[in-house]
């Protein structure tokens, strides 16, 4: 054999093994294309009913929030009644109430005054009181008990 013939045959068992090689990528290649069709089919086939129970809880959220929305509404609608129906209730007895309270405590300053006898009136010059002194047994207080 001379050395083109051995060349050849090299040649050939490389191209051989090269095909082959394509040959094992491409058969792989068609298992995983294969795969993922079916895999992409599952997930369709799954997601559609997914997909329309989805829509029908967004279709009932939104009925219960209109139904919110309508009782958020009539809240707001008493709250702004008793706002008004307290005011009107302030306005109506609390003027009067509050006169009634003045002259009830009027009345007791009077009768508590009728049996005591008057103060005379008190001047204040820079912080000390000039007129009526305190008893001094008031005016020690406490800080002479226990002391004697």
Do not use: C
Request: charged letters at 20%.
């Amino acid at each position: 054999m001379s050395g083109g013939e051995v060349a050849g045959i090299l040649v050939a068992v490389f191209w051989a093994i090269l095909v082959s090689f394509i040959a094992l990528v491409l058969v792989r290649l068609a298992q995983t294309l294969k795969a993922a069709t079916k895999l992409v089919a599952d997930v369709t086939e799954q997601a559609v009913p997914l997909l329309a129970d989805a829509s029908a809880t967004v279709r009932s959220a939104h009925t219960q929030l209109a139904r919110v929305d309508s009782i958020a509404a009539d809240v707001q609608e008493v709250t702004a009644n008793a706002s008004a129906l307290s005011s009107t209730v302030s306005s109506a007895f609390g003027g009067p109430l509050v006169k009634v309270a003045a002259f009830g405590y009027g009345v007791r300053r009077a009768i508590g005054r009728k049996g005591a006898p008057a103060e005379p009136e008190r001047t204040v010059v820079t912080g000390r009181s000039v007129g009526k002194k305190l008893p001094s047994a008031r005016r020690g207080g406490r800080r002479t008990r226990g002391k004697g």
